[in-house]
């Protein structure tokens, strides 16, 4: 459906990145209803945790492939449904590769090199909608030789197998969360009891206990009920693990487990919702309970001497106390939110992870909703990745426009009502995801560069929205810099907005005027800006106290870029990695360390003479008259 793809991400080294591909070539010979479609993009390497909350889990592979058949072509589709990842591995990776290589397929040397970067492909095979085969390939080649070969040798069926696998076993799992509203269980065993259907529970609370000051694994805690002087009837249990230390060596972990929830739920709920939760905090409460295994002849549960222990999570205020399952759907949504992402990717020695959201956050106000996303640069750390859907105005970071693909249906007529959208056939689907900067561009007489999204989600203002005061720069360097430099300073509060050039400002000037708002334009100082300012207080009637240039803020200023002095550029150029720098890599380093939050020294000039700008800036404004 229309609306955005979001990332949200650090680029590391080993990364897919996974691109749907389809078309609708035919083979020569072939049936004429052949055709390629596009498959899921968490189905190429779907993560089992998430599967398993999604109750998917048990399916196999036909199963899963005919899920993902074209709806209308349910009976007759003949062809592939095709995805394909484009991986980036480095040199310890692909040591690592050739090793488990040699390993799986028997081999004693490989010819060939690991390409820096690969494309790994899986097509899913149906014959008038009844599933084949699944075949998979790899984008380079390579020859294996053998015990007792005496050359190189291309590679058979299997071992293709072989380094398809190894390949793939480099690759983050796809956490893909079409909402975080789980049915928390009451009680999770941290014991594999027969019948509890908690794993993924399990696995969570292992990252809780791995996350705390003083890293635990679950086995300090199971080994203790499961070690042998635990196995024998159950009162003579009770009676042995009251006396016993073990009881206060666990009581000592879970503890820590409640401090540690506590700390990341509470804290992040301070910093999100602005809100002071005083002493509540989030207990964890631990039990032991009678053993049981599945008879398989009588077809039932029956008691069994390896006894089973388990955790409750309730909210703590006081004396009372509240199960997290009885909570408000926001604070369930932002409870296991935090769960299953902030703890997960604190594991060092854990998998990378590639999270997708389906429209997070839909369950919370909507300034939570604004604030939430300044936690997801969080999750997207190390090897870990992030990727978003929102048709949310309030979940669009301007930091991240550069990052952001443009959802439609290209099918779709311009006319369409939400009714007919809703049963459109698929055939007539032709879902296109395109750059946000080149949809932009598409767009030159916009006045503001955030305005085509504005425009892409029907951003409508509410009866109740007020104008803020904010300051309209000329372009996106202008923008980023200057966010840049207001994040190092933390001047939060200074509203900007980027422009499309220093001749566009003309109905902005018209808008700050009928609405009432206080808008500071602000050019640059070359003969340009200078023109267009004098232009819009003869033509636009503009205020001159509302309109500056670069130089009004810090008299050497002629353009943005002046504010690096020779320290910042070589800073830059090191971060960069290059021994030239232009424009468009310096709007570079900016974009890409807003994405991550990341404030790094540019040298004292550069912090000096931004500071003075955006003080001149915010006095300015304050200064500006409200009509």
Known sequence: SNGLLRYALRAPLRSPLLQPRSCAKQPPGSNPSWRKAGGHVNSFAPDYRTRTLRKDSSKGEAQT???????????????????????????????AIKQMIKDEAGAK???????????????????RGDYVRTDRKFSFDIELKKKGDRKFKPLDVDDEKYVYSSLYEFTPSIAYHDSFLFDFPKKIYL?????????????????????????????????????????KTWLDVL???????????????????????????????????????????????????????????????????DHDIYVSLEIKDGTRRFPIQDRSLGFRWFFAFLLFTQFRTKRVDDHPVLFLFDEPAANLHSAAQ??????????????????YSTHSHYMISPDWLEQTFIVTNAADAPDKGIV??????????????QLYRKFANEHPSDTSYFQPIIDRIEVVPSRFDVSFPSIIVEGKSDFYILRYAALMHDYTSLRLLPGTGSGTFDALIGLGATWGTKFLFLLDSDNAGLKERER??????????????????????????DLLDESAKEEIKKLLGVSK???????RFFQENLARRSVVNLGAGFKRRSKRVLQELEDRLARLPAD
Not at 370 to 387: D, Q, V, Y
Not at 536 to 561: F, M
């Open 65 to 95: 492939a005919k899920e993902r058949l074209p709806r209308h072509l349910l009976a007759r589709f003949t062809g592939e449904i095709v995805v394909e990842a484009t991986v980036s591995v480095d040199e310890d990776d692909k040591t």
């Open 109 to 127: 040397e490989i010819n060939g090199e690991i390409p820096d970067t690969f494309t790994l492909r899986r097509a899913d095979v149906f014959d």
């Open 191 to 231: 014991t594999n009891r027969p019948g509890a259907g908690d794993w993924v529970y399990r696995k969570m609370f292992e990252d809780v206990l791995a996350a705390g000051r003083i890293p635990y694994e679950l086995d300090d805690i199971t080994k203790r009920i499961r070690s042998e002087k635990y196995q």
């Open 239 to 305: 009676a042995a693990w009251a006396e016993n230390d073990d009881k206060l060596r666990v009581q000592q972990i879970i503890d820590q487990a409640s401090e540690t929830i506590t700390t990341s739920v509470f804290g992040k709920w301070n910093k999100i919702f602005k809100e002071d939760v005083g002493d509540k905090e989030i207990s964890v409460q631990y039990g032991v309970e009678q053993g049981r295994r599945f008879d398989k002849e009588i077809k039932s549960y029956v008691e069994s001497e």
């Open 370 to 387: 604004e604030r939430l996303i300044e936690s997801f640069p969080e999750i997207a750390t190390g090897n870990n990745m992030l990727i």
């Open 420 to 433: 007919d959208a809703a049963v459109i056939e698929d055939e007539f689907l032709d879902i296109r995801a």
């Open 536 to 561: 819009y207080a003869i033509d636009r009637g503009a205020r001159v106290e509302a309109i500056c240039s670069l130089s009004d803020c810090e008299s050497d200023l002629i353009e943005i870029e």
């Open 581 to 587: 720098l232009t424009k468009k890599l310096i709007m």
